[in-house]
């Protein structure tokens, strides 16, 4: 599944809206307001009849005005997680819930600074040379057993979704030189305007062949929200419903799509024209044009450093606040993107695929300080 931005917020009212950035207003951490005049997923269970909960935490506060139609949104602070003591929380919360329900369950394991339980803390659950990707696995591997037993008390009857809001560059970060690599290249790109796209494939290029690391992405970027490549914006859906199989698709879908996708699946109807596409589809799943857009740090970077369509196994990049060039990849040769090829015919008709709506103006949230906090200024 292609997520609608690389950073949280955004993508969030993406899949609670099933519309994209320019449609539903969401289009930073800082630009947040939903639209008054469209309705979210929790509000469109509780005019059918749920009782809607939210167990919020990091930019998901209630000022963003994602908290629109649950009955009751807690927030935690960032280190409350399943993996510590806040767990048995959690699982109050979850025997409190009245039937029938819709919760939306926000988890925060696996972003920085990522801690994990000492149980797990071994190479039995992760001995990668990266520091982070180390940590990455071994909390994952923790939090997959807690998961289980928050999942495992829910009534039988139940339909359980899992989904990642974006994806991650895993490689270098926390590696001294690859931090010093980022910080010169952040500083030549976004302060002095200089477009360093040619050298940063060179040494992407270099990592990719001469330095044995197991997971391949953009080595020379930092963690998520600068970038459309796929190592950011690629994210598993998971969805379990009562008494199904399962099936396993490899089709490209969008976080857009599971907005109409869950209220079918509670036969809840809607009569408006979403960007979005349910994905219960008699004839299985059809793989769909991904819009994708990159907004990281909202005032360091933009509402849009980066943009693109991925379509029929090519992605198309545009860098609309730069007067640079767009790239063109072909992922079944160059799944790492590190080699943009030249077709006038294939990018003419991705760049026709853009929108052409432009980004909402919206109020901005005085939020700096959570912000840093949390890690994203």
């Not at 939306?104 to 040379?129: A, C, M, R």
């Not at 494939?201 to 197991?214: A, K, L």
Request: contains cysteine.
């Amino acid at each position: 599944m292609c997520s609608t931005t690389s950073t949280t917020t955004p993508s969030v009212a993406s899949y609670f809206t099933g519309r994209y950035s320019e449609n539903n207003g969401v289009n930073t951490h800082h630009n947040v307001r939903i639209r008054d005049d469209i309705k979210t997923l929790a509000e469109r269970f509780s005019e059918a009849g749920f009782h809607t909960y939210a167990m919020s935490t990091g930019p998901l506060i209630e000022e963003t005005d994602l908290d629109r139609g649950f009955d009751k949104y807690w927030y935690r602070e960032r280190n409350q997680n399943l993996t510590n003591d806040w767990k048995s929380e959690a699982l109050d919360k979850r025997d409190s819930l009245e039937e029938p329900f819709f919760l939306y369950l926000h988890l925060w394991e696996l972003h920085g600074p990522i801690d994990v339980p000492d149980e797990f803390d071994s190479e039995k659950y992760g001995d990668f040379q990266s520091p982070r990707l180390q940590k990455y696995t071994r909390a994952l591997s923790a939090l997959d057993r807690e998961l289980e037993e928050f999942i495992g008390g829910f009534p039988n009857q139940t339909a359980v979704g899992l989904h990642g809001d974006h994806g991650e560059q895993l490689s270098g970060v926390d590696q001294r030189h690859h931090d010093m690599l980022v910080n010169i290249r952040d500083i030549a790109r976004y302060r002095l305007q200089l477009d360093l796209r040619p050298l940063e494939r060179v040494i992407n290029r270099f990592v990719d062949y001469f330095i044995d690391i197991p997971f391949r992405d953009q080595y020379i970027e930092e963690t998520h929200g600068h970038t459309v490549y796929d190592s950011e914006i690629n994210v598993p859906f998971i969805l379990r419903t009562p008494g199904e199989s399962g099936d396993v698709y490899s089709e490209q879908c969008r976080q857009i799509d599971i907005y109409p996708t869950l209220l079918e699946l509670a036969n809840i109807g809607y009569s408006e024209d979403l960007d979005g596409k349910t994905l219960l589809n008699e004839d299985g799943i059809v793989s769909r044009k991904a819009y994708i857009r990159a907004c990281g740090p909202p005032h360091e970077l933009g509402q849009s450093v980066m943009r693109s369509v991925r379509q029929n196994g090519y992605k198309y990049i545009e860098y609309p606040e730069r007067d640079w060039s767009p790239d063109l990849y072909d992922l079944s040769e160059d799944p790492n993107e590190l080699n943009p090829i030249s077709d006038d015919e294939i990018q003419a008709k991705l760049e026709r695929e853009m929108p052409t709506q432009e980004l909402r103006e919206t109020d901005e949230l005085e939020i700096d300080g959570l912000l840093k906090d949390l890690g994203y200024l």
